[in-house]
């Protein structure tokens, strides 16, 4: 089993910046996929950062590309993900997840956190 902890979530202003941070401990597994997930108030939970074993394989969706970074420190068993020129509609509970297959639908990803919020002001 994997459990995940984010932290790092918060109220910010539009412009500013968070780095959100999951740590990962447990049974570790081959492919170690790590995604940070986003979801609203009544809409869908969305990707919005995949990251590979290696870091040699992102991924972002136009939503945040730009503006988002996903990275990992292996040794630290820790997942990263700065959000900076934060917008009102990043608004979300972000949340932390792992898995083995490289991909950016919540159905491949067995373990999740219990997400952090973040608040972006207008």
């Known amino acids: 089993q994997v459990q995940l902890v984010e932290s790092g979530g918060g109220l910010v202003q539009a412009g500013g910046s968070l780095r959100l941070s999951c740590a990962a401990s447990?049974?570790?597994?081959?492919?170690?996929?790590m995604g940070w997930f986003r979801q609203a108030p009544g809409k869908e939970r969305e990707g919005v950062a995949t990251?590979?074993?290696?870091?040699?394989?992102?991924y972002y969706p136009n939503s945040v590309k730009g503006r988002f970074t996903i990275s990992r420190d292996n040794a630290k068993n820790t997942v990263y993900l700065q959000m900076n020129s934060l917008k009102p509609e990043d608004t979300a509970v972000y949340y932390c997840?792992?898995?083995?297959?490289?991909?950016?639908?919540?159905?491949?990803?067995?373990?999740w956190g219990q997400g952090t919020q973040v608040t972006v002001s207008s």
């Open positions: 997840a792992a898995g083995s297959r490289y991909s950016t639908n919540r159905n491949d990803y067995d373990y």
């Open positions: 990251i590979n074993w290696s870091s040699a394989n992102t």
């Open positions: 447990g049974r570790t597994f081959s492919a170690n996929i």
